[in-house]
C-alpha cells in the first residue's frame, strides 16, 4: 500500500525555522516527483514546493522562494522540507504528495498531513 | 502565474442531482487539469488526471472534461458521501496552482 508520513510540524516562534520529513513507502520512491502543499485553516490548498524524481527541476510557490528548501534522499524514501525565516502566515496543515509522473504534474497519492503553527 | 478561477463556490444539492463545476484558467493549459476531493480529516484525493482520466476507485457517476482554459467537473446522481470540497489545479507550469474550490453539501 503506497503511504506517507509527514513528521516535523509544530509551534515555532516568527523568524524561527522548522524541517519537516516525508517517509514514503509502497512504491519505488525514485520513480516519482514529491511536493509539498499546504492548507492553512480555513483556506484552500496551496502548493508549496515540489521536486522531480533526480532533484534536477525543483520549484517552489512565490510566498516561499528564498526561505523554504525542498530535498529528498531516494536511499531513505525520503522528503523534506526546510522551513526558514517562519511567518505567521506559514500556518497551516503541510501535505506530502506523491506524484502522478517523474515530473512536476499532479498530487496522486497524499498524506494525512503534519501542522505547522507559527506564533509567538 | 496562472490563475485558476472556479465556479461557484459552493452549492447545496440532493441526492440524486446532477452538478456541475466549473473551472477556468487564466490562460490556455491544455489538457493540464487535475481535480481533487477534500473530506475533514481525510488525505485529499486525487479524482481526474489530464482533465478526464478518471482514477482507481473513483465513483463512475464523476465526469471531467474541457481542455485550452474550460474545464467541468460533472457528479450525476449525488450521494451524501459525496459532500466535500471539491479543487480543480493546474500543472502545465509551475508554480503549480489550484482553484479556490468548490464546496458542495447535501
Known amino acids: 500500500e503506497v503511504e506517507m508520513v509527514e513528521s516535523g510540524g509544530g509551534l515555532v516562534q516568527p523568524g524561527r525555522s522548522l524541517r519537516l520529513s516525508c517517509a514514503a513507502s509502497?512504491?519505488?520512491?525514485?520513480?516519482?516527483?514529491m511536493h509539498w502543499v499546504r492548507q492553512a485553516p480555513g483556506e484552500g490548498l496551496e502548493w508549496v514546493s515540489g521536486i522531480s524524481w533526480n532533484s534536477a527541476n525543483i520549484g517552489y510557490a512565490d510566498s516561499v522562494k528564498g526561505r523554504f528548501t525542498i530535498s529528498r534522499d531516494n536511499a531513505k524514501n525520503s522528503l523534506y522540507l526546510q522551513m526558514n525565516s517562519l511567518r505567521a502566515e506559514d500556518t497551516a496543515l503541510y501535505y506530502c504528495?506523491?506524484?502522478?509522473?517523474?515530473?512536476?504534474?499532479?498530487?496522486?497519492?497524499w498524506g494525512q498531513g503534519t501542522m505547522v503553527t507559527v506564533s509567538s | 502565474d496562472i490563475q485558476m478561477t472556479q465556479s461557484p463556490s459552493s452549492l447545496s444539492a440532493s441526492v440524486g442531482d446532477r452538478v456541475t463545476i466549473t473551472c477556468r484558467a487564466s490562460q490556455s493549459i491544455g489538457s493540464y487539469l487535475n481535480w481533487y476531493q477534500l473530506k475533514p480529516g481525510k488525505a485529499p484525493k486525487l479524482l481526474f488526471y489530464a482533465a478526464s482520466t478518471l482514477q482507481s476507485g473513483v465513483p463512475s457517476g464523476f465526469s471531467g472534461s474541457g481542455s485550452g482554459t474550460d474545464f467541468t467537473l460533472t457528479i450525476s446522481g449525488l450521494q451524501p458521501e459525496d459532500s466535500a470540497i471539491y479543487y480543480c489545479q493546474q500543472s502545465y507550469s509551475t508554480p503549480l496552482t489550484f482553484g479556490g474550490g468548490t464546496k458542495v453539501e447535501i
Open positions: 509502497g512504491f519505488t520512491f525514485d520513480d516519482y516527483a
Open positions: 504528495a506523491k506524484d502522478f509522473s517523474t515530473g512536476l504534474d499532479a498530487f496522486h497519492i
